[in-house]
Each structure stands twice: as structure tokens, then as C-alpha cells.
């Protein structure tokens, strides 16, 4: 059974701290792939995207690029209905790539990867239960995240139903069926890279060192983008 991580988010731009993540949930779970999937229109993102969602993909494979484990990908590609853009959430993506292995007769073990900032917001997430239940999920920890924080930040319904499985160092959230959802923090992780503050420095032609992979950077600068950041 291959073993694969959704990762989703602006990737606006993909950074050193998005590829840390990654490279220590591959290490940490032995991940066959982790698919990069930058949203078009990301419903719960308090601030406006900067970048288009085509220089935001093409960002994403030059970031990938040195890496086979790491895969670009369009399932959240921009979508419309009457030429309305539509949101882009997450457990209806997650659902489309199960039925999509489906159909591949793949069999898929599935997690879903985030950064635990947007863990903390997942109760506000479109149908969280429903979304919670698609897969298993890795948390990246960061700076001041506790592991308190995990349940805590669950819709108050599920609180109950979850709670820390010392043998396997993860937590347990039991679904209405009986089975688990496993939820595994890599707490080891403080990765504490900004993309807001990236964007400001990119903005004010600032020293970004090692946190952009510089065939980002050179495309940022080839493409102007982040001139006009807020």
C-alpha cells in the first residue's frame, strides 16, 4: 500500500519551512509522495493571495523539483460555475482524490498534511467532522503549539472522541463508526517562516538568505511579483 500526503495551502510562495515539513513527514511516516496542491481560492485565508494561481503552481514545481517524493499538483486548480470562482475546501478535495485512486484501483493509505497554525482553525474548515474523516493527519508543529492544542482546537463535538494513544504517540479520534482517525504531530518541527513577512522583504528588496529555494527566487524576480505587497 503507497503511502500519500495531501498538502495543501497558497504556497504564496513556497518556502523553505513548506519543504521542511514535508521532507520530515516523508522521513517520519515513509510517505511514497506528498502532492503540493496550492489552492486557487483558499476560503478560510484571512489575507488576499498575492500571486497568481499560475505563478503560484509554477513556483511549487521549481520548489519540488529536486525532490521525486514531492508532486505538483492541480486538484486545486482554479473553478468556476457561471463564470463565479468557486472555493476551493478541502474536504471536498480530499474526497475527490479517494475517489480518484478509486478508480485507479490504487490502494492509498491517506494523509493530509498542515502546519499546525492551520490546525488551529480546522473548526471553522467546511463540514469538519466530514472533513476530519477523509484521511489521517499530520500536524507540523511550530513555535508555542502544545499538544493540548490538538483536541482543543476540534469542533466542540468531537473534543470528547479524542485523546492521546501513548503506544502509537499519536492521537486517536474516534469516528461515529467506531473507527480511528489518527492524528500525528511532528512536534519536533519549530518552523516559524512567514510567508506574510517573506512578501514584505521580497516587497522592500530585503536579504532573504536560504528561505525561498533560489529557483523561486529567481522566477519572483523575473516575474516582479511581491513588488506591490501590503
Not at 492521546?164 to 474516534?174: E, K, M, W
Request: glycine share 4%; hydrophobic share 45%.
Amino acid at each position: 500500500m503507497r503511502k500519500i500526503a495531501f498538502f495543501g495551502g497558497t504556497f504564496d510562495p513556497p518556502h523553505r519551512g513548506h519543504l521542511t515539513i514535508a521532507r520530515a513527514a516523508v522521513e517520519r511516516f515513509a510517505l511514497d509522495r506528498v502532492l503540493f496542491a496550492p489552492a486557487a481560492v483558499q476560503p478560510v485565508k484571512a489575507e488576499a493571495v498575492q500571486a497568481s494561481f499560475v505563478d503560484r503552481y509554477a513556483m511549487v514545481c521549481l520548489a519540488t523539483q529536486h525532490d521525486p517524493r514531492f508532486l505538483p499538483s492541480l486538484i486545486d486548480a482554479p473553478r468556476s460555475e457561471n463564470g463565479i470562482p468557486q472555493p476551493n475546501y478541502t474536504v471536498e478535495t480530499l474526497a475527490r482524490l479517494r475517489a480518484w485512486f478509486a478508480t485507479q484501483q490504487a490502494e492509498v493509505h491517506l494523509y493530509a498534511l498542515m502546519g499546525a497554525d492551520s490546525w488551529l482553525s480546522i473548526a471553522a474548515w467546511r463540514e469538519p467532522e466530514k472533513l476530519l474523516a477523509q484521511s489521517d493527519w499530520i500536524i507540523a508543529g511550530r513555535p508555542g503549539f502544545a499538544l493540548d492544542d490538538v483536541p482543543a482546537a476540534l469542533p466542540k463535538p468531537l473534543q470528547g472522541r479524542c485523546a492521546f494513544d501513548n503506544a502509537s504517540n499519536q492521537f486517536l479520534l474516534q469516528r461515529e463508526d467506531g473507527a480511528p482517525i489518527r492524528i500525528a504531530v511532528m512536534a519536533e518541527l519549530n518552523e516559524d517562516v512567514s510567508a506574510t513577512a517573506l512578501r514584505e522583504a521580497l516587497a522592500a528588496g530585503a536579504e532573504i538568505g536560504e528561505l525561498i529555494p533560489p529557483a523561486v527566487a529567481d522566477y519572483i524576480r523575473k516575474r516582479r511579483l511581491y513588488l506591490e505587497c501590503k
